[in-house]
Each structure stands twice: as structure tokens, then as C-alpha cells.
């Protein structure tokens, strides 16, 4: 089943960038936030060999791998501390972790949070396991350091369409 991501980009969008804890971030901080997202494509070289390749997603179907990236800049006069970034899991993402392992993530929707180690899933049934990457629903960054005026970086996470 293919699902049209014109819609979907557009709700991706909106929830990466509101979910920094956005008014805290930006009106304390000045820290300004952007984000996309790309569909990974295995691609055949003219000498065989298999290349990936980073898209913009038009189309994508169960088992496409994304990448999300939000970039980050301190757009402000003074540094920016004690901010965090945080972008909830499209229904249609499972998780596949991140690029730095610093995140800490959320399995019920944003009311708890750590690593995913340290998290239990509770089922429908009431039955409680520990938590697995496709039972995340948040992920969020911590910056507990100095963000220096002007100072920029990304935070890359993955996914797996359902």
C-alpha cells in the first residue's frame, strides 16, 4: 500500500518544530528550529554496486526507511541554555534510534520519559514488557550545556514506515 506523503510531510513538519517545548526554547533562548525529512533509496550504480541515496519522499510505502533531521541555530544576542527539542513519532513511523544516542524517549505519549532501556510498555491487556523501539511516541534532546550566539548542529532520527 502506498501512502501519499504530500499530506504527511506537511503534519511531519508541524510536529517537529512545535515539539521543541517550542515557546520555551525560542522565546527564552532565541534557539530557531527547522526540519526535514528524507526517504532512504538504494540505488544502482552504471558499475553495479549499490549506492543510498537520501530523497525527498513523495511516496513511500511500508518498509521505506526515513530520516528526519531538525536543525537547530541560536539566533539570539546571548547564549541559550536548559532548552530541549522534542518531536513526537508519526502513527505511521516506527522508530529505529537516532544519530548521537543521546536522546531520552517516550512510550506513552510524552508523560514519561527516559532511555528506552530503562521504560516499560504497558499492553492493552494490562500486561506490562519491557519497551521496544516500535513502542516509541516522543524523542527528546536535552541540552543541558551552552548553545554560544549563533552556534548551529542537527539532530538526526530514523524511522521505518509501518
Given at each position: 500500500m502506498k501512502i501519499n506523503l504530500l499530506k504527511r510531510l506537511a503534519m511531519l513538519a508541524a510536529l517537529a518544530i512545535p515539539g521543541i517545548t517550542p515557546g520555551a526554547a525560542m522565546a527564552a533562548n532565541n534557539v530557531a528550529l527547522s526540519s526535514d525529512?528524507?526517504?532512504?533509496?538504494?540505488?544502482?550504480?552504471?558499475?553495479?554496486?549499490?549506492?543510498?541515496?537520501?530523497?525527498?519522499?513523495?511516496?513511500?510505502?511500508?518498509?521505506?526507511?526515513?530520516?528526519?533531521?531538525?536543525?537547530?541555530?541560536?539566533?539570539?544576542?546571548?547564549?541559550?541554555?536548559?532548552?530541549?527539542?522534542?518531536?513526537?513519532?508519526?502513527?505511521?513511523?516506527?522508530?529505529?534510534?537516532?544519530?548521537d544516542g543521546t536522546e531520552i524517549v517516550s512510550v506513552d505519549g510524552g508523560k514519561n520519559w527516559g532511555p528506552l532501556s530503562a521504560l516499560t510498555y504497558t499492553r492493552a491487556n494490562g500486561e506490562v514488557r519491557p519497551a521496544l523501539m516500535s513502542d516509541v511516541t516522543h524523542i527528546k534532546w536535552k541540552f543541558n550545556r551552552s548553545l554560544s550566539v549563533g552556534s548551529e548542529g542537527k539532530l538526526v532520527f530514523r524511522g521505518t514506515v509501518k
Open positions: 525529512v528524507f526517504v532512504e533509496r538504494k540505488i544502482e550504480n552504471a558499475d553495479g554496486q549499490t549506492a543510498v541515496m537520501l530523497e525527498e519522499p513523495k511516496t513511500v510505502i511500508p518498509g521505506d526507511n526515513l530520516v528526519f533531521v531538525v536543525k537547530y541555530k541560536n539566533v539570539g544576542s546571548t547564549p541559550a541554555t536548559d532548552f530541549s527539542v522534542t518531536n513526537p513519532l508519526p502513527k505511521a513511523v516506527a522508530f529505529n534510534g537516532t544519530s
